[in-house]
């Protein structure tokens, strides 16, 4: 059974300590949930393996390099994945995308309910404090999260000035930290 309660931040101190362990623990907990990661912004299964692959390795890597001060220890795993990926997908990108979806398979794998329950509750909190942000800004953070596109791209599509979607942005991700906390 999994643990209620995983300190995020002590599996990372331990891998920056060598300790494969705090590696493994870290990839079962998560790898289901980074891999959807992967997969919503790569959008193919094989690149999503190799994302998930590439950023456990960085991970381990650069484990020491993580700061509590500038986050949370898991808000840094998941963006150590979200950069690969979006690596992976501005190299790939000429190539064609598969449908938008995430296999079951990667989500209801055995699932703790409680574990459960809790995301959905965390998902449904941000659901509400991205309705409560205005379009522009909703539409920026989505964009950039959830599209992976990047600042230039996100002025591109919405034509809008890049200072403007940085400024649109930046305002949006502290409404909703305000909003989350």
């Not at 990661?37 to 993580?66: G, P």
């Not at 795993?77 to 950069?83: E, N």
């Not at 950039?144 to 599509?157: C, F, K, L, M, W």
Request: net charge negative; hydrophobic share 45%; with cysteine.
């Amino acid at each position: 059974m999994r643990d209620v309660e995983f300190d995020y931040e002590a599996a990372l101190f331990a891998c920056a300590r060598g300790e494969q362990a705090a590696l493994r623990r870290l990839y079962e907990r998560e790898a289901r949930w980074l891999m959807a990661v992967a997969l919503r912004i790569v959008r193919r299964n094989e690149l999503a393996d190799e994302v998930l692959h590439d950023a456990f390795l960085r991970i381990w890597q650069k484990a020491a390099s993580y700061s509590p001060v500038l986050g949370s220890a898991r808000g840094w795993i998941y963006s150590v994945v979200r950069y690969r990926a979006l690596d992976v997908a501005r190299a790939h990108r000429h190539e064609a995308a598969a449908p938008d979806t995430v296999p079951d398979e990667l989500v209801a794998e055995d699932a703790d309910p409680l574990d459960h329950l809790t995301r959905e509750r965390a998902a449904s909190a941000l659901h509400d404090c991205l309705a409560h942000l205005d379009e522009s800004k909703r539409a920026c953070i989505l964009l950039a999260y959830q599209d992976g596109y990047s600042q230039t791209e996100i002025a591109s599509t919405l034509a809008r000035p890049l200072g403007t979607i940085k400024a649109w942005t930046r305002r949006g991700l502290l409404a909703l930290k305000e909003c989350l906390s």
